[in-house]
């Protein structure tokens, strides 16, 4: 066979291998939407949904969906730092009886630590510097921007922005404080904000501490006589891709402790976050427009959502996540003022909540439109919780009463496994939905709740639901 036969035969080939892998990458990961069959229950309805015009069909099941999302993940990173060291290899020499890192110009590793940026007398105020450590790492190939321990910052608000060299790291050693004077904070939303980055990395072992009291005590929830208005979120990431987030201590967040907005393929791990029960606002991780993201193995306690999750967002995993105090983990709200939303392809895993006013929860507001879908609660024990179980579909956190409205956010196949504990209230399972648009597709299955003191059967409340029982489930809806 002649070369060019050769050349021919190897061409092809390449290109089959091309059009086999580039579906899976381009597929909507990792829950790809072709099959009609339900992903929780095996039995099919009538019901679609209408997104700007097109039919979206069930997604399928989640089973691997922990794997899917490390492998993206370590596939996207391992590829950007092979990219980026493959051709180096570093060397040390010894001067002056200290070891120092040589590497090529090609690939250098940078260790540039802020405490270099920070001018002589600068103790109450820090932010400068900060910006000028950015600055350097961010144009700096292979730099790892270091905050170091045993060393205290206080900070004003501050936008980290990219885009960046790839493959660029900021390791989180020592403390950063927020400023307290609230004039320092033009935009009232912000504080810390991370935006436009791709493989990007944040490490912890420090602490970042929002000193949120000045803000809580102004608070309309604290103090009604005082007007309603916003306060910062500690840590917004926004417009990232490829990001991990691992080893994160935030305390005392002025509002909310961490926002990922807009983002894509996320993994966040050993995140603390803690304020007290009573600080009001102050979600641990919000999660909103943002897909391919999972959290994994934290502890958090706040005064609102340990986790929440809201419009625009796709394909979230929640595991091994200790909760308490706070409001529980929650989908919403979704739909005020009459908004479309879309939530889809949730699992919650591995959780533990104690103390908190709902366990696992899912809220809409009357009016809205779009859907919630496709969510999976399971392996979940609740202590002293109220409202372990909880979808209302007629949420209203206002002053004013809500008036009861035609429309409604969608909310079907949602499946609650294994799922046992104690409940604070008589009602350990609340399931209150549309009486226009019930709720579709919803199963318990394996469920064991009982009220904490015993004295009492736990009930089930259940009203305008297609609702499946599965296994053994405890209290269940007539």
Known sequence: MC??????????????LICSFVPVCLSSYPFPEHDLKNYIT?????????????????????????????????????????????????????HGGRSRAVAPSSSPTRIINVENFIKSGRRRDHTKGF????????????????????????????????????????KIRGRIEASTNIADYRDRRLWIVFENLSNFKVQGRGTIDGRGHIWWQNSCKINPTKPCQHAPTAVTFVGCKNLIVDGLKIINAQQMHMIFEKCDAVRASNILIKAPGNSPNTDGIHVTETKNIQITRSRIGTGDDCISIVSGSKNVQVSDITCGPGHGISIGSLGKGNSKAQVSNVLVNKARLFGTLNGVRIKTWQGGQGYAKNFVFQNIEMQNVSNPIIIDQNYCDQKTPCHEMKSAVYIHNVMYKNIKGTSFTESAIKINCSKSHECRGITLQNINLVIKNGKKAAKAECKNVELFHRGKVSPKCS
């Open 3 to 16: 070369v060019k036969s050769h050349f021919v035969i190897l061409g092809v080939t390449i290109i089959i």
């Open 42 to 94: 095996n039995y099919s309805t009538n019901y679609n949904i209408s997104d700007d015009g097109n039919e979206l069909k069930d997604s399928q099941n989640l089973i691997n969906y922990d794997r899917l999302i490390l492998d993206r993940l370590k596939h996207s990173h391992s590829h950007s730092h092979s990219h980026s060291h493959s051709h180096s290899h570093s060397h040390s020499y010894s």
């Open 131 to 170: 910006k000028r450590a950015w600055k350097k790492a961010c144009s700096t190939k292979g730099a790892i921007l270091l905050v170091p321990k045993n060393k205290k910052y206080r900070l004003r608000p501050i936008k980290f922005s990219g885009p960046c060299h790839s493959s660029f790291a900021i």
